[in-house]
């Protein structure tokens, strides 16, 4: 009796904590300014949504845990969703008693009539009303057969995102026959009306639906078929994907091409570090340096302005960009190679500071511009044809991303990669086993250097002035959130972790307020639930999925001591 | 057989040589040319003085011990968190500026009322103890939330969540209270000058000196006299086998927590004291900064945190005036370094970089072998 007393207990106090993270996220300020993009109009809008989903996931994560039939787990959902409701009803009841907007700037009005459904303290009953049905809900979710769930979340998801990003979508689907009768069907001008969401929802639900029933058999007919024409089927889908990059500026207009040209350089600089942190092991907060580095050499080079010192053309400087900060990751490399682990990521964070600081400073004005920085950098002309906005200069990012993908991928598989990896296991070993530590540090510096010194190169002529301004430690940290998300010494990862981190929050730009507090709870969350990231390094994945018969691979007692510096 | 010196020369260690002395020439060459501003080139010996009265040297030494006191308190938590657990709290810095944001609150409400000025003493106590427990409580859930479920995880996990953390309490901060810097209201008794021994000093920096030594001895004691100081003690030389000594580990690690963030929030109202502001990322910088100085002092090693925050803090405030103004360079700065002072975190990341290249063990520390690092 004492321990299913003490469960329900727990049930109650996770749910406050929930209720306390709805409370949380609307002293933040995140509902108030999120309510402002409607998800479906007249029905539901983003910050309202946030709410209902930290109702769901009280419900959720409560029935999930508990022992018993369905009754016990859809009361376990209802009463932890009651809970979060009196969390956040706590709230209303202080803000009525003492005039928060002394200290939390948010707490306004308007953030209140949202969260007590526009009644005040009256309101209090109908809040926690709501989070038990939205606690039930959750409940629910736990107790439906996957075949069932599976679909309904898909449908549920999409249309989520399709009210999202409502915007992006009708301008895509701007003209055309089929494209303005599809836009038609699902949207009006102001967004995404009820009528339309529930369309969205059907068509995807069917479609998950029949998609779960086939997939298996569509799956065995490929595995059945032999390798050649497999390989086949993966080059299309990859020819797809190609062609889908490249048509992608041209439907999605400006924007779409700058948020494009901007995950296109997290992923230059991505793959860089992901080259020293996840195959070598080095761990660096210092990486913007080499951006830097980068975008300076080129700005001076061809700069028409006053620091401009030689005035070539773009595809003379950037090659002479690549080789600077391959030397500069060599310089940088040299006095830390026997610096390990912690110390290694603050000595290189110093190092990268340095540079900022040096970058900005008025000492060096005369060759760097201190904080006025190098204007006037010319655009990239190829035979008459300027690559004028980031329509065209995603272009260049695409072909170098792709380029500098390749030399990644194929250093992984080289006997150099190997040795990163060796040292990245344990570097006292792969130093007996013969790798000349000295050499093969201070390549993983270098490489990965200059392939950041490209995407700053391609930064320079993007802006078209450089500001030590944009060099600063936030970036390095970005790029390294990125890597970890898209999970560690993983090619796709750093396409996906940059499509994430730096994609999604261009394009909600409500949301930039709360990019980095997003960040920050999803970095913690991410190294307690899924530290491998989203799309693992193959090897990586093996390793933590040990019951997997893979072969010898997965007998190595490494398991989760592959990160170690 | 022992090889000849140019057989052990190898190119790194040229490189690592010729690093040494170039900053070593910068600080000679600078401090010769500060010394010797009215002198036509730095060479001639005239009569050895300084543009700068003996006075302004003085100011500088006491802001600098000032601003070191306050690096000193950020310090030990960090080296106390490094020494149990072997981890850098990268979030720490963030939990000073948490106790100064909310101390801010009552300090504004006090300096309204007027009790701020009624009762100095007891309104700074009353900001200083609110400071001190908001950031304990931080430092507490912070513990619970991001650092313990991660214990057993490889060192680059840990680490990742704490800038994680790190970004998350910054920008929940100014969420709540705002992007904009809030002006700390002013105590009317710590403003201006006292005068000692016929030398003034600023009468905010000496209560900050004077409120640091009082919480940095009270903290010693603590460590070096009490029982769970002593379980501290043993926790950091050895968590096993401590634990197998009957000392609670969970309970000590989250007292070391507790008692860094103490001191992180004390130290975040009197760094308000000193620059009478506060900002939701003013608690990065100061961060590093203790950071370093807990690595300059040997990490791990409490004295030598609070030896190596006031090393630090001297040098910050000393060194652009000393080492840059009077660096000429013929040709280039024939009057020496344009605004120096902008370069005073140049000095303090490279002397950082420079310990961790040739001394990571630090000032005191000897205890941190290779291994640990």
């Known amino acids: ?565 | 057989m022992q090889r000849s010196f140019w057989q052990r020369l190898s190119i790194i260690n040229t490189y690592l040589w010729a690093f040494r002395l170039s900053v070593l020439l910068v600080v000679v060459w600078g401090s010769l040319g500060t010394f010797q501003a009215g002198c036509r080139s730095a060479l001639t010996i005239c009569d050895f003085k300084s543009k700068y009265a003996p006075n302004v040297w003085l100011d500088l030494l006491v802001f600098g011990l000032s601003q070191g006191s306050v690096y000193a308190l950020i310090a030990l938590g960090y080296t106390m968190v490094y020494g149990i657990l072997r981890m850098i709290n990268f979030a720490h810095g963030d939990v000073f500026m948490a106790g100064a944001y909310t101390a801010f609150y009552l300090a504004a409400a006090f300096g309204r009322s007027g009790f701020l000025n009624r009762s100095p003493l007891i309104s700074l106590a009353a900001v200083l103890a609110l400071a001190m427990i908001t950031a304990t409580a931080i430092a507490l859930i912070l513990e619970r939330v991001a650092y313990r479920p991660l214990r057993r995880a490889p060192r680059l996990v840990p680490l990742i969540s704490a800038i994680g953390a790190s970004f998350f309490l910054e920008y929940a901060f100014r969420g709540f209270f705002g992007s904009g810097f809030q002006a700390y209201p002013e105590w009317q008794i710590f403003t201006g000058e006292w005068v000692i021994a016929g030398i003034g000093i600023l009468r905010t920096q000496a209560v900050v000196i004077v409120a640091s030594v009082l919480l940095m001895a009270a903290l010693y004691t603590f460590v070096m006299r009490t029982k769970t100081g002593t379980a501290m003690r043993a926790v950091s030389e050895d968590l096993e086998v401590a634990s197998l000594m009957g000392i609670d580990v969970d309970r000590v690690i989250v007292i070391t927590f507790g008692i860094g963030g103490a001191a992180a929030g004390a130290a975040g109202v009197l760094y308000a004291l000193v620059f009478k502001q506060v900002h939701f990322f003013m608690g990065f910088f100061p961060g590093i900064k203790a950071f370093t100085a807990a690595v300059l002092g040997g990490i791990g090693n409490i004295p030598g945190a609070m030896i190596g925050g006031l090393f630090l803090g001297i040098f910050e405030s000393v060194g652009p005036i000393l080492f840059l103004e009077g660096l000429r360079v013929p040709g280039i700065y024939p009057t020496g370094i344009p605004a120096p002072y902008q370069l005073k975190d140049v000095i303090a990341f490279t002397m950082l970089v420079m310990v961790l290249i040739f001394r990571p063990s630090g000032i005191l520390g000897e205890r941190l072998a290779t291994k640990k690092a």
């Open chain 1, 1 to 565: 009796m004492r321990t299913d007393r003490g469960s329900w207990g727990k049930v109650i106090s996770g749910g406050l904590i929930f209720g306390g993270a709805a409370a949380f996220v609307s002293l933040a300020g995140m509902v108030e300014a999120l309510g402002v993009r409607e998800i479906v109009i007249g029905v539901i809008d983003l910050g309202r949504l946030l709410l209902l989903l930290i109702g769901l996931g009280a419900g959720y994560q409560a029935a999930r845990r508990g022992i018993g039939g369905a009754l016990t787990a859809l009361a376990r959902g209802l009463l932890a969703g009651a809970a979060a409701g009196v969390g956040l009803s706590a709230l209303l009841v202080l803000a009525s008693v003492v005039n928060l907007r002394g200290m939390f700037i948010n707490a306004s009005p308007t953030l209140l009539e949202i969260i007590s459904f526009g009644r005040g303290t009256a309101g209090v009953p109908l809040v926690i009303a709501a989070g038990a049905v939205a606690g039930a809900l959750g409940a629910v979710a736990t107790l439906l057969p996957g075949a069932v769930r599976g679909p309904l979340g898909a449908g549920v998801t999409v249309t989520i995102v399709v009210g999202l990003f409502q915007e992006l979508l009708q301008i895509i689907l701007q003209e055309g026959g089929i494209r303005s009768a599809i836009r038609q069907f699902i949207f009006v001008p102001e967004g995404l009306p009820p009528r339309g969401a529930l369309g969205v929802f059907l068509v995807v639900l069917v479609v998950s639906a029949v998609w779960r029933s086939r997939q298996p058999v569509v799956r065995g007919w490929i595995l059945k078929r032999p390798p050649p024409q497999q390989r086949l089927v993966r080059l299309l889908g990859l020819l797809l994907a190609v062609a889908v990059a490249l048509l992608l500026p041209l439907a999605g207009g400006l924007f779409i091409s700058q948020v494009l040209v901007l995950v296109g350089l997290y992923t230059l600089m991505g793959l860089g570090l992901n080259l020293e942190v996840g195959f070598a092991g080095l761990l660096d907060l210092g990486f913007v340096a080499f951006f830097a580095i980068g975008a300076y050499t080129v700005g001076l080079l061809t700069s028409t302005g006053q620091y401009g010192i030689a005035h070539w053309s773009f595809w003379a400087a950037m090659p002479v960009a690549l080789v600077v900060s391959l030397i500069a990751g060599f310089l940088f490399g040299l006095p830390i190679l026997r610096i390990r682990g912690d110390y290694l990521a603050i000595a290189t964070l110093g190092f990268g500071e340095i540079i900022r600081l040096l970058a900005l400073s008025e000492a060096l004005r005369p060759w760097f511009g201190g904080s006025q920085g190098v204007l006037f950098v010319p655009k990239p002309i190829i035979g008459g044809f300027e690559f004028s906005g980031p329509a065209q200069i995603y272009y260049i990012t695409l072909a170098s991303s792709v380029l500098i993908a390749f030399v990644a991928a194929r250093l992984r598989d080289s006997r150099l990669g190997r040795a990163w990896m060796a040292m990245r296991e344990d570097e006292d070993v792969a130093e007996a086993m013969g790798i000349n530590l000295v050499n093969v540090k201070l390549l993983a510096y270098g490489i990965g250097g200059a392939f950041a010194g490209m995407g700053g190169a391609i930064f320079a002529v993007l802006l078209g002035s450089i500001f030590p301004h944009s060099f600063s430690l936030l970036i390095s940290i970005n790029v390294l959130a990125l890597i970890i998300v898209g999970g560690m010494g993983s090619l796709p990862g750093v396409v996906v972790g940059s499509l994430f981190l730096v994609g999604l929050p261009e394009l909600l730009r409500e949301f930039s307020d709360f990019r980095f507090l997003v960040y920050g709870a999803a970095l913690i969350i991410m190294m307690q639930v899924k530290p491998e990231g989203l799309w693992p390094a193959a090897m990586v994945r093996r390793e933590l999925h040990k019951e997997e018969p893979v072969g010898v691979v997965a007998e190595e007692p490494a398991a989760v001591e592959r990160v170690e510096a």
